[in-house]
T-cell receptor
Framework: DVKVTQSSRYLVKRTGEKVFLECVQD?????MFWYRQDPGLGLRLIYF???????EKGDIPEGYSVSREKKERFSLILESASTNQTSMYLC??????????FGQGTRLTVV | RKEVEQDPGPFNVPEGATVAFNCTYS??????FFWYRQDCRKEPKLLMS???SGNEDGRFTAQLNRASQYISLLIRDSKLSDSATYLC??????????????FGTGTRLQVTL
């Protein structure tokens, strides 16, 4: 079974802090994604990566950056956390064609 | 217009009922389509792909209508365990490379006794 692991289930951070969300997959997938999920808005793509050191902006990249130094790891960085970044963050990996496997999610609260 | 639109529901149905959800998409170039299921406080999981000719997996049937740009999911003989949110997913590229999977906001199903 594919396993996608996110480093934390719950995080509470202060406004202005730099926040790192880590995601690791064990299936040698090329593609990795970061989404946030909010009530009424569904899943929105923040960034994705199709290879090591490659990244592309999704639909809502503002306030976020990413890092993919190794194939199995894709990190999401909030440079200066704000309260409107309180959300559920979901990492996914995929071989392509829409069959994505998700991590369990990180519920981030910025206070 | 949203890229992928779904009725949020909730759809409340009794056990044993048949229920159907539709999802419309705006990008006529979209190549592949999927239904995902998300249980409360859990991550989404792939339920099934949707093929042009329609496809079935047990009690679940998926259909694609390219002319009208919608996909559907039919659940027969609903079980309590089918209660979840069903997410429609559209992928505009049919290659092995990454692409911007676009998710609908989901349709919530509640199956009751």
């Amino acid at each position: 079974d594919v396993k996608v692991t996110q480093s934390s289930r719950y995080l509470v951070k202060r406004t202005g802090e730099k926040v790192f969300l880590e995601c690791v997959q064990d299936m040698d997938h090329e593609n990795m994604f970061w989404y946030r999920q909010d009530p009424g808005l569904g899943l929105r793509l923040i960034y994705f990566s199709y290879d090591v050191k490659m990244k592309e902006k999704g639909d809502i990249p503002e306030g976020y950056s990413v890092s993919r130094e190794k194939k199995e790891r894709f990190s999401l960085i909030l440079e200066s956390a704000s309260t409107n970044q309180t959300s559920m963050y979901l990492c996914a990996s995929s071989l392509g064609q829409g069959k994505a496997f998700f991590g369990q999610g990180t519920r981030l609260t910025v206070v | 217009r949203k890229e992928v639109e779904q009725d949020p529901g909730p759809f409340n149905v009794p056990e044993g009922a048949t229920v159907a959800f539709n999802c419309t998409y705006s990008n006529s170039a979209s190549q592949s389509f999927f239904w995902y299921r998300q249980d409360c406080r859990k991550e989404p999981k792939l339920l099934m792909s949707v093929y042009s000719s329609g496809n079935e997996d047990g009690r679940f049937t998926a259909q694609l209508n390219r002319a009208s740009q919608y996909i559907s999911l039919l659940i027969r003989d609903s079980k309590l365990s089918d209660s979840a949110t069903y997410l429609c997913v559209v992928n505009p590229i049919n290659t092995g490379t990454a692409s911007k999977l676009t998710f609908g906001t989901g349709t919530r199903l509640q199956v009751t006794l």
